[in-house]
């Protein structure tokens, strides 16, 4: 393409200069002006339009000489850049593969060219650290720092992470000659943040993220719950706590895994009211087996409110594994343990599952009933796993067994059951 743009170039120059000569030749000698030339004691002299042309002409000539002189060095340039991009795709193909040995021999030829060495030194990196190759990864890290320190930043955050160093990786984000950051950068940079225990800076970083586009808004939006949650659990004191829930959206603060967080450090903190009123809040307005769990897990007292809320829900959510193993916990917990042995029976029959069977297995241990319990502990270890678990023999009949799996059935005018939300 640009032989044929010199081509073109230098045939509407010739073009010109016929033009030029003709319009030349029907004007007068001196009608505009002469330019005299003096050199080693002569003087040459000619007349304005003609010197004109003979300029352009000389550097119509010079210009072609250059291109002439300069077309193997160019040729030759040409020709490396294309090695350098076959050898790029090659080694990007291997790595792909896993072909690591492949790869890093044709990645480190490819980066001698200037252009490509940006692309092909960070994939070069990662096939050194793949293959153990320390010092090989640690040259080639240097290369690439003094080529593109952005591109050099942000894989070594990438790495320093991996080797679960957040504090190095954050340095190595911070370094001058990588501002500012790219969206890749910020993402690193919030990552390594919440693993510090600063996730309530990183928390501020998401607008930020937000702008950039950095994630897709499905990726961005697990990213704000679960940085959200980060920052509820790393908060110092009450006040600070209750900063970080107040600043957040309405929105974010009904997510359960959020609530849960909030209730979990407020506990922690001897908050107990703002732990409590969080869940009940939460779960008045959108169920959750979790958070219901939680609600009878907290190393709270007031078991009488707890248990007169969880009676409350039990009515619209009879079925509920979590509530009814709450409901066992809270009665546990007010020295009820037949009534507890009660709702244990209903969650395990209801899914409830290794956790049921595990604090059934903690009351008859405490009821002095250990063969009970032991079996409660076997079964406990093998529902996870999907092995078998076993009745209790010889302690509930077949009767009491159909009761602890039905559910309340609320049918309609003509007897069919109504769909539970």
Same mark, same amino acid.
């Given at each position: ?15 010109? !200069? ?101 692309? %092909? ?40 992470? %991996? ?5 190095? %990786? ?6 001058? &000659? ?15 943040? &919440? ?70 450090? &407020? ?95 903690? !009351? ?58």
């Amino acid at each position: 393409m640009k032989p044929l743009r010199s081509l073109l170039i230098l045939l509407v120059a010739v073009a010109l !200069g016929v033009v030029a000569a003709q319009w030349l030749s029907q004007q007068q000698r001196y009608d505009l002006g002469e330019v005299v030339v003096r050199a080693g004691g002569n003087d040459y002299i000619a007349p304005m339009p003609q010197a004109v042309l003979a300029l352009i002409v000389l550097l119509l000539a010079l210009w072609l000489l250059w291109i002439l002189l300069s077309l193997p060095f160019r040729a030759w340039g040409r020709y490396r850049r294309q090695r350098g991009r076959a050898r790029l795709i090659e080694g990007l193909r291997a790595y792909e593969l896993g072909q690591w040995n492949k790869a890093g021999k044709a990645l480190v030829a490819a980066a001698e060219d200037e252009e490509v060495a940006p692309v %092909a030194l960070p994939p070069a990196i990662r096939v050194a650290d793949a293959r153990g190759d320390t010092n090989g990864a640690q040259v080639l890290a240097q290369d690439l720092a003094t080529r593109d320190p952005v591109a050099h930043a942000l894989l070594q955050a990438e790495r320093l992470l %991996a080797a679960a160093r957040p504090v190095d %990786a954050i340095n190595a984000l911070d370094a001058p &000659a990588a501002q500012p950051l790219p969206p890749r950068g910020l993402f690193l940079r919030t990552e390594a943040l &919440a693993l510090i225990g600063r996730a309530g800076e990183a928390y501020g970083q998401l607008g930020a993220l937000r702008q950039q586009q950095a994630l897709a808004p499905d990726a961005l939006a697990a990213l704000e719950l679960r940085l959200a949650a980060l920052s509820l659990e790393q908060a110092g004191d009450a006040n600070l706590l209750a900063e970080r829930w107040e600043a957040l959206p309405k929105a974010l603060r009904a997510e359960p895994p959020v609530v849960g967080a909030y209730a979990r450090r &407020a506990a922690a903190l001897h908050w107990d009211d703002a732990a409590l009123r969080s869940l009940e809040q939460a779960l008045d307005a959108r169920w959750d087996e979790e958070l219901v769990v939680l609600y009878g897990e907290l190393p709270l007292e007031k078991y009488d409110s707890r248990r007169a809320s969880a009676q409350r829900w039990l009515a619209t959510h009879p079925a509920s594994p979590g509530l009814l193993l709450t409901l066992a916990r809270l009665a546990r917990h007010q020295q009820q343990w037949t009534q507890a042995e009660e709702f244990l029976h209903r969650a395990i029959a209801q899914g409830a599952g290794a956790p049921a069977w595990e604090a059934l297995g903690e !009351g008859f241990a405490a009821a002095g009933e250990p063969a009970l319990a032991a079996q409660c502990y076997r079964n406990a270890l093998h529902a996870p796993r999907g092995g078998p678990v076993t009745e209790l023999a010889g302690h509930r009949d077949l009767r009491a067994q159909i009761h602890d799996q039905a559910v309340a059935e609320d049918r309609d005018e003509h007897g069919v059951p109504r769909l539970r939300g």
